[in-house]
């Protein structure tokens, strides 16, 4: 190759890289569509696989069935779920603003009932008055926020049903297409075809047990939590459900941090048996739900340390909003497999003498 053939390919590919980087900045308002279709896509593909074999090459027809399937389990219930909610967050800071709903006054009444609270407050010199205020501020500010969300989510409803439309539009041909897409990928990258199809593989199964591990488990905390919460007549089951299943995103925190500020109010203010059954209920079947369903849904191969999911459900949360809490896990997950296939293959551990064969 002479010198002028080298300043070609130099340039091509130049403008290549230029042209890719400006096509990912055009397709950067709709992350979360792509998202989540490539998401739906990957996690329903082994059923579009099984009706494929079933009903043989009729990838319009399978991935048609696959996707109303999703719609089915996925997108009724969770609208059905978001219309309550915004009602309900809506309903909440109306009745905080006239004064209906006071948290200052159920910090009080928790006071009022754990005496020694005081003592252990007075000896780390904290002024209840003070933290008090401070909590009503909070809440008033919290729900007020979430309000002018929750408007602003129901004006921008025609901009919601075009994100859905375009993720389920995506998801289609992503089902339908995305054998094809992958070889087309795998023949594109100059990284060998083995190894790309090894990370693709990764890839997948990486997304599926994250998506699963996580929001999965997430929602069925949330869902035992609202459970529970409408067993007990407590207030705003659906809202507390839905923040139950935000909390279990995020390890070390997870439910315990809504039911069981509940549980202390419910026993303060004299009803034991509701604050004991919400204890009992909280630990006893929402705390072991992740212990129980992540090892069947993830596995052990693809487990990431907690911290880890920590720190990048936080990280992700700040950099892409709601979503980075599945994203930033997602994102940990696949360094970590990275990680791994390079240290497998240009890293190998060292056979022991003796076991060489």
């Not at 397709?27 to 009706?51: D, E, M, N, R």
């Not at 949330?222 to 409408?230: N, R």
């Not at 009992?280 to 849904?297: E, Q």
């Amino acid at each position: 190759m002479n010198q002028h053939e080298r300043l070609e390919r130099r340039a091509f590919l130049a403008l290549l890289m230029l042209v890719s980087i400006l096509f990912l900045f055009v397709l950067k308002p709709f992350f979360g569509a792509i998202f989540w279709a490539v998401a739906i896509a990957l996690i329903f593909s082994p059923l579009q696989h099984a009706l494929t074999r079933r009903w043989g090459n009729k990838p319009n027809r399978t991935a048609l069935v696959t996707l109303s399937l999703c719609i089915v389990l996925l997108v009724i219930p969770a609208t059905f779920v978001t219309v309550s909610l915004l009602t309900e967050v809506v309903h909440l800071y109306q009745r905080i603003e006239a004064g209906r709903f006071s948290p200052g006054q159920y910090l009080e009444q928790i006071r009022q009932g754990f005496p020694v609270g005081q003592s252990l407050l007075e000896r780390f010199d904290i002024d209840f008055d003070a933290l008090r205020r401070r909590i009503a501020e909070l809440a008033m500010g919290g729900s007020k926020l979430v309000a002018t969300q929750a408007l602003s989510l129901g004006q921008n409803t025609f901009y919601l049903l075009l994100n859905a439309t375009l993720t389920l539009y995506l998801a289609f041909f992503l089902l339908r297409d995305g054998d094809m897409l992958v070889n087309l990928l795998i023949r594109a990258l100059p990284i060998g075809d083995a190894r790309e199809r090894l990370l693709f593989a990764k890839f997948a199964e990486v997304t599926r047990a994250t998506i699963k591990g996580s929001l999965v488990v997430a929602i069925v905390q949330g869902a035992l939590g609202g459970f529970i919460f409408w067993m007990l007549d407590i207030s705003g089951a659906l809202l507390w459900g839905v923040v139950m299943v935000v909390v279990s995103l995020i390890p070390a925190v997870g439910a315990a941090l809504i039911w069981a500020p509940v549980a202390v109010y419910l026993v303060a203010t004299g009803d034991w048996v509701s604050g004991l059954i919400l204890t009992a209920f909280g630990m006893g079947v929402i705390g072991l739900v992740d212990n129980l369903l992540r090892p069947i849904l993830v596995g052990r191969d693809t487990k990431i340390p907690d911290y880890v999911v920590l720190l990048s459900s936080l990280g992700g949360l700040s950099l892409f909003g709601v979503n980075g809490l599945v994203v930033g896990p997602l994102v940990a997950a696949l360094f970590i497999a990275f990680w791994e296939i390079f240290m497998r293959e240009f890293n190998p551990e060292p056979v022991p003498p003796g076991n060489d064969g």
